[in-house]
């Protein structure tokens, strides 16, 4: 009987208390529910280390990581959540997330990416969230998020992207949100958004953007909130937004440059008569040029630009009209000056002959 339970213990404690999967558990890791949850944020993890297969939710924020412990997480087939923000992490290694068929949400915000792999994706077909703000990435490519065809919600706050490929985002079909704002993007042009039918929420606050392309909304069948909110628009067509066809799309536009001028007071005189378009922020809306203009509300001064225009108009109108006027006038003065002159030499001539 002795020899039976000190045979149990030493089972228990090679399969257990030794095993390297748990090793974390004991040491610098907290675990609950048979190891399901691992919470190791702010302790100093090792790539090396690895962790218990039935893993469900692993924490890794703050953990001293200078890259993705990829061979770590091979064998966590059921992790669903993995959390890796404020590290070091400067790459993803390739491939180093391929294992994890299972996984909804990813966030690897507050790192030093610059630049994502074409392997980047491999592995997350069932991924719901991506967060990868405050990182410092510059450009996206198609071959980055090729594999999230379940994706929903994409977050790039806060990076230093400048470009987007075309296309980029054409495998998200079921994307509900993209957040780019505060970037440096600088335009947008058309067939970046392609293929996004159910996205919903577009944030693109604090970029840099000045010029839109007419289409660059066009295959955005589900949009309910466009931010534009403090960039570097100056002007708008009206036809670029009204290829958004959703019902009730609030569209905020405050805190650009805008060029207050007869051309912009009537494509928002449209805009307002589109019962789908929502102007909510219109009344916070500003003029930056003319100068005698600045800091005015658009809303205060849009019914004058026109008329301002038109005076202006009939101003140069009327003074081209009286400098013709004034122009015939001359003329026919000098005309009949000159015809005058004629005849009274033609009489004092023929007085002469009569002498």
């Known amino acids: 009987m002795m020899h039976a339970h000190y045979f149990i213990w030493i089972w228990i404690h090679f399969s257990f208390g030794a095993s390297e999967f748990y090793h974390p558990c004991q040491k610098i890791c907290l675990c609950k529910e048979g190891a399901k949850f691992v919470n190791c944020s702010g302790a100093n993890v090792t790539a090396a280390l690895t962790f218990p297969p039935e893993t469900e939710h692993l924490d890794l924020s703050s953990s001293n990581l200078y890259s993705v412990p990829s061979k770590a997480l091979d064998s966590l087939w059921k992790l669903q959540v993995l959390l890796l923000s404020g590290n070091y992490i400067s790459r993803i290694e390739a491939r180093a997330f391929s294992s994890l068929e299972r996984l909804q949400k990813l966030d690897i915000q507050r790192n030093e990416i610059t630049v994502l792999g074409s392997s980047f994706s491999t592995g997350l ?48 079909t079921r994307l509900r949100q993209l957040h780019l704002q505060n970037n ?13 039918q159910h ?69 928002f005189a449209k805009l307002h008569s589109v019962r789908r378009l929502i102007l909510d922020d219109y009344d916070n809306m500003t003029c930056m040029e003319p100068h005698v203009l600045r800091n005015l509300p658009l809303s205060s001064v849009d019914t004058q630009l026109c008329i301002a225009e038109t005076v202006t108009v009939l101003v140069i109108t009327f003074t081209v009209f009286i400098t013709v006027v004034a122009a015939i006038v001359m003329a026919e003065r000098n005309r009949k000056k000159r015809t005058g002159k004629h005849w009274s030499e033609e009489s004092e001539m023929s007085y002469e002959s009569q002498d």
């Not at 410092?136 to 490929?165: G, P, V, W």
């Not at 309910?224 to 959703?246: A, D, G, P």
Request: proline content about 2%.
């Open 184 to 196: 440096h993007l600088l335009s947008l042009h058309n067939g970046v958004f392609s293929m996004l």
């Open 199 to 267: 996205l919903e929420v577009l944030n693109l606050e604090g970029n840099r953007i000045k010029t839109i392309a007419p289409g660059i909304f066009t295959s955005l069948n589900s949009l309910t909130l466009l931010n534009l909110v403090r960039n570097e628009i100056e002007h708008i067509r009206f036809k670029t937004f009204l290829t958004i066809q959703t019902p009730g799309t609030h569209i905020l536009l405050s805190f650009n440059p805008w060029f207050c001028d007869c051309d912009l007071q009537r494509v």
């Open 125 to 172: 077909n069932s991924l719901r969230d991506l967060i990868l703000s405050y990182n410092r990435l510059q450009k996206l490519y198609y071959r980055n998020f090729q594999n999230f065809e379940n994706l929903q919600k994409l977050n790039f706050q806060n990076n230093n992207i400048s470009s987007i490929e075309t296309g980029a985002f054409r495998s998200l």
